[in-house]
Structures are given as C-alpha cells and as structure tokens.
C-alpha cells in the first residue's frame, strides 16, 4: 500500500522526472483565459498548443476522468439493481401495469424480441459496506467498495441498438460523426501533461460502433485520442532507428519551422496544427511512454491486487489497462477511457446470460476495485472522477434459451471519486427492473454531471458547426445536474 500525500506533490514529482511542462503551460494561458473563465465560458485554445493546461471555468472537484466502458449491456437486475419480486415472479408474465407504462412510453420496443416470462436472476445477493447497498456475487471486489459506489439505477438511452446507444453514450448523439465525451474534455480543459496525451483509449476489441465512439469529430484533429496497449511498449514504432537518433532534435527543429512557414498561408487548418503539435508530443513521449508501460516499479501487492497474478489471462489484461489508466492519471493525463472487451460478444447475453456474465464478471471485478482502491491509497480518487457505465441494460423477460434482449428503458450506471457522494441509490427501476420510474436519466444528464465535477458548465462548452454553437449535451439546452451526485 502507498501511503497519501499532497496529490500535487506527486504530479510536480512525475513532471519533473519527465521533463514536462505542464506548469509552464498553465501559467502562460492562465492569463489569456481571463474574463471569459470568470464567467464559466470557456476560451479556445492556442492552436499550436491546443492540449497545453487551461484552469477550468469554474471551481473543479475532478481534474481526471477515468471512463470504464463495459461493451454490450450487463444487465443490471443481475449485477447491481436488486429486485426481490423479479425473484418471486420467476416464469410468470410480466405485470399488466408494467407492461402498459411501458407500452405507452418511447421505450415501448424494449418489449419485442421477448417470451411474456420472467426470468429471475441466477445470482445471490447481498448488502455490503456501511451504506447496506445490494450487490450480486458477481461482484465479490466491487462489493467491498460501495461506500465509495454512487449508482444511478434510472439511466435511459435514446435507442435499442448498439451502435447508436453507445455512440449517444460516448458523443451525445445516436448518430456517428460528433465528438466524444474525452475530445470535450481536452477542449476545455487541456491536459496536465505535456509528455504524454491528454486523451488515451485502453481496448483489445474496440467498442461497438468503432471508432466514432471515441472520435474528436468536428473537434480540432488535435483533440483525438491515442491507442495505447497495455503490453509491451504502450506505443509502436515511437522510437527512430539508432542511425537517426542522434539527430531526430535538428530534423524536428526544421520540420517545425517549415510547417510553422506553411501554416502562416492557411490559418485555420486545425488538421495542420494537429499535426504540428503531434511531431512535438512523439518526440516528449519517447521517454514518458516507455516509462509508463514499464511495471517494474510497482510493488508485488499493487500487481496482484489488479489480477495480474490471475490464471484466467482475461483479467491479468483488464488488470494491466486499469494500472495502466491509473499510472495515466497519475501523469497528469486527463481523459482515459477504457474498454472491457476481449472478445465480439461483450456483455450481450441473448441466451444463457450465467454462461456469458459470470466470466465476464469475474475478468472486471478485481481490476476495478484495485483501480479504486489504489487511487484512494495514492490520495488520487479524491480529484478523479471514475465512471463505469454501457449503452443500455438488459431485460427482465427471458430471450431465447436463458437469456436477456436490450433495454434501454432503465439501467444502472455507477461512478465514484471526483467530488461524487458515495454510499448512495439515485433513481430506480419498477419492481421487476425494466423502466426507470423514479428520476429517468438521460445521458445528457450524465454528461453534464461529469462536466460539472471537471468545472466545465456543459451550456458554455460550445464549438461552433455550420452556423450553431454545438454542445456535447445538445443545442436545445435540456440537460440538467442529476440531483445528489455530486458533494
């Protein structure tokens, strides 16, 4: 165990073994950001340093985001939203009143696609932490850190499918094409490192959907994420062959001052100063990424504790991202987002969920409640905010041979640190967990909460699009705070 110390103290130290300049950077925009910060609306950024550290619009409680996605929808009357009567009911219809509340809503074709019977879950359940909140033995790690846990059992997405829920999950829209929720972030805010990217992505499968989850968009180029792997060095072909090495400085040098040369004709171009900015962050990045992917220094119990000791290989490489994301954070990199699948399937269980949840819990458990509690020890869970969250739920009607169609109708997400109370239930589901009835939530309202815990005001954090000021939470203005999460 490590034990806490000032949070600041650890950065400066990382910053200045690596040679960074995030400092410098927050102290020459920290003037140009003036006026505009004073009233939460928030500055562009220099665009030959579009990721250099910006103070946020108003008063943060998070200054990370560590966003884990589990693909494919677990089912949440399996995993964290307990309902005792799904239980009783067991291979009986569903409710009449349930069944018309649902039919008359938007989510009405949560019903399709499934036999009229119940299925109970096929796990035990049991309360945990000072907090008494109910987990399945799905979820043995998590289990023991629900007093850090807020869960909001009433999320709804706009759609049934993969592809669009996630994309609406991940950029606020059903539709591809719009910029993801870690490009917002980098918009706004930048990043505390300057020797490493401000966003990264951690997947062996990516999401469903590709890459338009996690696209900048219509964002600067500059604001796209990098792949890094959880193996080996965390970036290919990064260093140059030992002939040119020595003189990789001068040949950037004269890169730069060319580009710089040409940019002068074509001001705007943000593809170009994408591209100017990344030459520089390959070349800060040749000691600090392969100082990151190095695990040596961690301690045998830091390791084990993540499941890289684990037989199962599934959860020593869901183990080696979320030590990854930690490290990340640690570094000052502000955005990582992080996905859970090995494999085409995810967590979709049309038929015989046990044989596709329990493997799956068993590969996610242990890793994200090392990351918790690693992060807490390290004094890092109070300013970063974690998510754990998928494009929808499952259903209480059984499908096929044991299984569960999609539900985006009423699903559970949770999250913890970054200013989030902890220990506490926000919304629910209807007795047998198919419909948000208490508190409906949106994704636009999780966005905004996230937005707001990073001191991002969701209403001022526009890019302008073909004649409209673009917002990740939609032009209408709908989103909202949910209520309680945040201390």
Known sequence: MVSARPTTERREFLRRLGGGFGTLAFGALSGAFGAAGSRGVVAAPDPLRPLAARPAPMPPRATSVIFLFLVGGPSQIDTFDHKPLLQRLDGQPLPATIRRSIESSSHANVLHGCDDKLLASPYRWQRHGGSGMWVSELFPHLAARVDDLCFIHSMQADSNNHAPASYQMHTGDVRAGKASLGSWTTWGLGSESEDLPGYVVLFDAGPLGGPANYSSGFLPAAHQPTRLRDRGTPVLDLLPPDELAAGQRD??????????????????????DARLASYELAWRMQSSAIDLGDLAAETAGTLRSYGLEHADERTRAFGRKCLLARRLVERGVRFVQLYDMPDKDGWDAHGALADNHTPRGRWTDQPMAALLGDLKDR???DETLVVCASEFGRTPLVQ???????????FTVWLAGGGVRGGQRIGATDDVGYQAVECPTPFRDLHATILAALGLDHLRLTYPVAGRDERLTGVAGLARIIPGVLG
């Open 251 to 272: 040949t950037l040098d004269l890169i730069r001052t060319l580009n710089v040369r040409h940019r002068g004709a074509r001001a705007g171009s943000t593809e170009l």
């Open 379 to 381: 004094g890092l869970l």
């Open 400 to 410: 096929g041979n044991g299984g569960r169609n999609h539900n985006a109708a009423g």
